[in-house]
């Protein structure tokens, strides 16, 4: 058996594991990341096919935080951002068979049909009411009580399918969507918080989170390789198996076959896990499987997503960031997005790329579904809505069983079991998008709190 050792061991190779280790080393510690799969990036990647540049997993980030930005200016020499063309700012919502866009101004609001009357006039209303007080109010019964029926129909129940493909009614506002939450409980108001929140002074470092869609120049997977650059092919295995963890004097002993099937042993006084809750009980054979029961037993949206590219587009107009389809619909599909309409170079001249989606917490059974059932229900939806009677001339499809963790009910139950859990053992630390937002901008503000934290 080998044995090495690191400053820091880190489980996953996603963008939190990644981006982790960047700054760790940046802050002259020594990382070693171990990765199940035979490459780096988790669910980040990007394929470049036939003209179409499509990405398998996640299409778009938001500049929400002050790392993210910062990161992109880390990494300037390796790596080009591509914000969304400003051509695509609009979001399409899908109402009686029809695309809306939602509204951008004040007159677009008015005369919107997504929104009923009695909605568009109790708007008026909103700053004048009572802050909520059940701090377990789910996203859902927060906007009927705040805005009414209509805005979570046409508005935020497609909003909350785009981000969490989950169900409103079981989020939680202040795990789920906390910037919304703190609109309310700080200011009493969702309209009267938006203005002033604009109007607070911002430092420099804030106004670099400008909440801009973005992407990388090439693809996503453009980010991935110059993070994994970084760390050092040799401080990274790649298809690993039976990790496990394990206590061992003032630090932890992480043992594991390598691709080569030889045994690793590496001890740290750090472990880093940015695994999903269903790995934990394999990796943390140490802990108990009633300590970990909060964390393990969360739920996750299984999404399958379909990648349509055509070479010459006659449809409708791609002048959006795409379109997504509201639970009142009922379709099969929970959105399409539009990448080449956001960003340059992802279709050949002409054409088009589209992005579908599939199953969430309301349409579970599409995980299961054979390819070409897939395939049918995508083309009969893109067809129906966009573009009658042409095959795409590529179609790829993808599955992911535990896609997007969703922030429900038990979310308090498992952020308190993680504190316990590393409180007993320290330099264990539970990170990974199991708690503190799912997005790529907080994926990056979580490793480079973690990384300050080891200074």
């Not at 400053?7 to 080393?25: E, S």
């Not at 453009?222 to 206590?247: D, H, R, W």
């Not at 896990?273 to 140490?286: A, C, E, Q, V």
Request: a neutral charge; one cysteine or more.
């Amino acid at each position: 058996m080998n044995r090495k050792d690191a400053d820091v061991v880190i489980i996953g190779a996603g963008l939190t594991g990644l981006t982790l280790a960047y700054y760790l080393k940046r802050n002259g510690k020594y990382p070693v990341i171990i990765e199940k799969s035979d490459r780096p990036g988790g669910v980040i990647n990007t394929v470049s096919d036939r003209g179409f540049i499509y990405e398998t997993g996640p299409n778009t980030g938001v500049l929400g935080t002050p790392e993210i930005a910062s990161l992109f200016d880390d990494l300037s020499d390796s790596c080009t951002l591509a914000t969304a063309d400003p051509k695509a700012q609009k979001r399409y919502i899908l109402k009686n068979g029809k695309w809306h866009a939602l509204p951008s101004s004040l007159i677009s609001a008015i005369g919107t049909p997504l929104f009923s009357f009695k909605d568009k006039m109790g708007i008026l209303a909103e700053p004048f009411r009572k802050p909520g007080i059940d701090p377990d109010e789910s996203i859902g019964m927060m906007v009927v009580r705040r805005l009414g029926q209509s805005y979570l129909d046409y508005a935020v129940d497609p909003f909350i399918s785009g981000i969490y493909a989950g169900d409103p009614q079981k989020l939680v506002t202040r795990y789920a969507l906390p910037k919304l939450y703190a609109l309310e409980q700080n200011y009493g108001s969702f309209i009267r918080g938006a203005i002033k929140k604009s109007r607070e002074m911002k430092s420099e470092a804030e106004k670099k989170a400008t909440k801009e869609v973005f992407s990388v120049k090439g693809g996503l997977g453009n980010l991935i390789m110059p993070l994994a650059e970084n760390t050092g092919e040799k401080n990274i295995f790649y298809e690993a198996s039976g990790t496990c963890v394990e206590p061992e004097g003032n630090g932890f002993s992480v043992i594991f076959s390598d691709k080569r099937g030889d045994s690793i042993k590496l001890s740290a006084p750090v472990i880093v896990s940015t695994i999903g809750s269903y790995n934990l009980p394999d990796l943390l054979p140490f802990i108990t499987p009633y300590k970990l029961s909060p964390i393990t037993n969360m739920e996750y949206a299984g999404v399958v997503q379909v990648a349509l590219g055509y070479n010459k587009w006659e449809g409708h107009v791609l002048d959006a960031f795409g379109g997504l389809i509201p639970s009142k619909e009922n379709r099969q599909v929970l959105g399409i997005l539009f990448p080449s309409a956001i960003f340059s170079g992802r279709a050949p001249e002409g054409g088009a790329l589209l992005s579908a989606f599939l199953g969430g917490m309301k349409r579970p059974e599409m995980i299961n579904k054979q390819d070409v059932e897939i395939e049918e229900i995508v083309l009969r939806e893109v067809e129906s809505t966009l573009f009658p009677g042409q095959h795409p001339d590529l179609l790829k499809i993808f599955r992911y069983t535990h896609a997007i963790p969703q922030y429900g009910i038990s979310s308090g139950e498992r952020l308190d079991s993680i504190r316990k859990i590393q409180e007993q053992y320290p330099g264990l630390i539970l990170a990974g998008n199991i708690r503190d937002g799912i997005g790529m901008a907080d994926r990056v503000k979580q490793a480079k709190l973690i990384a300050d934290m080891l200074k």
